[in-house]
């Protein structure tokens, strides 16, 4: 049995987050390469570029891009999908509760305004399929990805399961200790790392991080699921004596005392805050 071959692409990106700062970034996205190729996210805008050199490299074309597979809606990931559709006219599939962010940008920046948005972001993106939980998808011979819902991160976060390798993209379901704290759901979060033990695969391919082995994943698991119980933690702490937890004051206070450089405060980080104040 021929199995397909597997392509990280890390992709780099800055957001400024202030006149005076801009926060280096950077996001994975996976190219799954068989008699078609299929992806696993977009990246930003700038990923385009990245993507097609990368192909030339390797003796394949945009062109042949059958599929993206969207793990949710954030702009580091849905960023470049339109300009690889204009290309290819590959299929989108994407989770049901982000559709309208990934079909209507300009509703995802009013209700969640990254600094930049607009930079990382080429457009509107037409969804041709939206897939369930536990769906299985026949992707190719030899290519059959598995959906799992993971929220916490985002409310339609999303793992693919390639079932061939027992290979999971997991997205950004599992947030790595010290990075910066984005999530809506803390007990959808804890919810969904269970999920992933379950699951049981032999390699995680993270948006965030280096593929890990089956024997590092479940330390990996473990530290993350403590790393959000620590900041649900040191929030609740923080609120004890904060008169309003609805400002950047909160935030700033919240991220000094984990250890995280207050100056980042924005709305996104408050709203992850907030979500720990809530059963």
């Given at each position: 049995?021929?199995?397909?071959?597997?392509?990280?692409?890390?992709?780099?990106?800055?957001?400024?987050?202030?006149?005076?700062?801009?926060?280096?970034?950077?996001?994975?996205?996976?190219?799954?390469?068989?008699?078609?190729?299929?992806?696993?996210?977009?990246?930003?805008v700038a990923?385009?570029?990245?993507?097609?050199?990368?192909?030339?490299?390797?003796?394949?074309?945009?062109?042949e891009v059958e599929n993206i597979f969207l793990t949710h809606s954030h702009p580091d990931h849905i960023g470049a999908a339109p300009l690889i559709q204009q290309k290819s006219e590959c299929k989108i599939f994407a989770p049901k509760e982000e559709t309208n962010w990934i079909t209507n940008p300009e509703l995802q920046f009013q209700q969640r305004p990254v600094p930049g948005f607009f930079d990382l972001v080429a457009g509107p993106v037409k969804v041709d399929q939206i897939f369930e939980d536990e769906e299985i998808i026949s992707v190719e011979k030899n290519i059959t990805l598995q959906v799992f819902s993971t929220p916490g991160h985002s409310a339609g976060s999303t793992s693919f399961f390639l079932t061939?390798?027992?290979?999971?993209?997991?997205?950004?379901?599992?947030?790595?200790?010290?990075?910066?704290?984005?999530?809506?759901?803390?007990?959808?979060?804890?919810?969904?790392?269970?999920?992933?033990?379950?699951?049981?695969?032999?390699?995680?391919?993270?948006?965030?991080?280096?593929?890990?082995?089956?024997?590092?994943?479940?330390?990996?698991?473990?530290?993350?699921?403590?790393?959000?119980?620590?900041?649900?933690?040191s929030v609740r702490q923080v609120a004890n004596n904060f008169q309003e937890v609805r400002s950047i004051d909160f935030c700033k206070v919240v991220l000094k005392t984990l250890g995280q450089n207050e100056n980042l405060a924005n709305p996104l980080l408050l709203t992850s805050f907030l979500a720990c104040l809530k059963e």
């Amino acid at each position: 049995m021929k199995t397909p071959k597997i392509h990280p692409l890390k992709i780099h990106f800055e957001i400024p987050v202030s006149p005076q700062f801009k926060l280096p970034r950077f996001v994975y996205l996976f190219i799954v390469g068989g008699e078609k190729l299929h992806l696993i996210d977009s990246g930003v805008v700038a990923a385009m570029s990245q993507i097609t050199d990368f192909l030339y490299k390797i003796n394949r074309e945009i062109s042949e891009v059958e599929n993206i597979f969207l793990t949710h809606s954030h702009p580091d990931h849905i960023g470049a999908a339109p300009l690889i559709q204009q290309k290819s006219e590959c299929k989108i599939f994407a989770p049901k509760e982000e559709t309208n962010w990934i079909t209507n940008p300009e509703l995802q920046f009013q209700q969640r305004p990254v600094p930049g948005f607009f930079d990382l972001v080429a457009g509107p993106v037409k969804v041709d399929q939206i897939f369930e939980d536990e769906e299985i998808i026949s992707v190719e011979k030899n290519i059959t990805l598995q959906v799992f819902s993971t929220p916490g991160h985002s409310a339609g976060s999303t793992s693919f399961f390639l079932t061939e390798q027992k290979v999971l993209f997991s997205g950004d379901a599992i947030l790595l200790p010290g990075e910066l704290p984005v999530f809506e759901n803390v007990n959808q979060y804890l919810h969904s790392i269970e999920k992933i033990k379950q699951i049981n695969p032999e390699i995680i391919y993270s948006s965030w991080d280096a593929p890990k082995s089956k024997k590092e994943i479940p330390v990996l698991l473990e530290q993350s699921k403590n790393y959000i119980l620590n900041i649900q933690k040191s929030v609740r702490q923080v609120a004890n004596n904060f008169q309003e937890v609805r400002s950047i004051d909160f935030c700033k206070v919240v991220l000094k005392t984990l250890g995280q450089n207050e100056n980042l405060a924005n709305p996104l980080l408050l709203t992850s805050f907030l979500a720990c104040l809530k059963e």
